[in-house]
């Protein structure tokens, strides 16, 4: 163990995953004050700056339009091998519910759309501190709607990794609260399913995820004064009967193991087929997209969607 609290890097994952957690090291943000929402849109756009860097390298090729989906901005995003009348995923992007829209969002959605092979629909959704809880899954259950005019439940997946993940598991609770028939798959990457941040590895893990840090000051705006602990802020305290067969996804480095872990036995408990994929040594949002552990998720991914849309 380091003198910061990091673990060595472990032999036992490929070179290029040992090179990102030898260079993976991040200090925990310091947020503008809530109100200061001329702060918030210099920090989100330094952060987003930094996120679509990420992709800089990647090649994602798809065709890519802007749609008003319910009157959210939505980017739908089209690889050359998916029929355009055929299944779509609905994707919710990251970023810890206050960074990746625009650019961001387009290209998180275009890697989405080319690991799964479907017709991807990017649900640019309003963030706080501007709009708190509800208005980010206002949106998400907008488009949702909307997709629900062009597809039938079993032609749909919703997923979301992160901050996505924690609004892809609320949709469905509200959807199906509203009386909406819910997907064919839900997918929850390294979900963000309890922001009261109650699990174990938000201690275990606290220097051990060198990408993510505790996100309890985010998580207070979102909620805008509401119980952190509703299930429409933290569905890992929903009741999750009834939902579509989920695959959920972490890692032994990663600070929302505890989330994914927990979430995936509350879905087993109400009777939910959930496959739990936990990767050696990831840390939260894997290991930067192009290594064979992240090549190696993309393919369990395309398994599980295309096995359930076909």
Do not use: K
């Not at 003198?3 to 947020?31: E, F, I, K, N, W």
């Not at 990408?211 to 509401?226: K, M, P, Q, T, V």
Request: glycine fraction near 10%; include cysteine; hydrophobic fraction near 40%.
């Amino acid at each position: 163990m380091s003198a910061d609290g990091v673990p060595p890097v472990p032999s036992s994952v490929s070179p290029p995953a040992q090179r990102y957690l030898a260079q993976s090291r991040s200090a925990p943000a310091v947020y503008p004050a809530a109100d200061d929402h001329a702060g918030w849109r210099r920090h989100a756009a330094e952060v987003d700056a930094y996120l679509l860097s990420l992709y800089a390298d990647r090649d994602l090729p798809v065709t890519s339009e802007v749609a008003d989906a319910g009157g959210v901005r939505t980017y739908v995003q089209r690889p050359a091998e998916a029929d355009a009348d055929g299944p779509v995923y609905l994707d919710i992007h990251g970023g810890g519910l206050v960074y990746g829209s625009g650019d961001v969002c387009r290209t998180a959605g275009a890697a989405t759309a080319t690991a799964t092979g479907l017709v991807t629909w990017s649900v640019d959704y309003r963030m706080p501190p501007r709009h708190p809880a509800p208005a980010p899954l206002d949106d998400c259950l907008a488009v949702y709607r909307a997709l629900l005019e062009v597809r039938v439940p079993t032609q749909i997946v919703v997923g979301g990794g992160s901050a996505g993940g924690n609004l892809a598991a609320a949709l469905l609770v509200r959807a199906r609260d509203e009386g909406l028939p819910l997907p064919a798959a839900l997918v929850l990457l390294t979900p963000e399913v309890d922001l009261t941040e109650s699990g174990d590895s938000f201690v275990t893990h606290r220097d051990v995820d060198t990408r993510l840090h505790s996100l309890r000051e985010i998580n207070a705006i979102y909620a805008d004064g509401a119980d952190l602990a509703h299930p429409y802020l933290s569905p890992l305290f929903a009741d999750l009967a009834g939902f579509p067969p989920t695959f959920l996804q972490s890692g032994t480095r990663d600070l929302f193991l505890s989330n994914t872990v927990r979430m995936h036995r509350a879905l087993r408990a109400a009777g939910v087929p959930a496959e739990l994929h936990v990767f050696e040594a990831m840390p939260h949002g894997g290991f930067g997209g192009s290594t064979p552990e992240d090549r190696e998720l993309e393919r369990e991914l395309r398994r599980f969607v295309r096995a359930h849309v076909g």
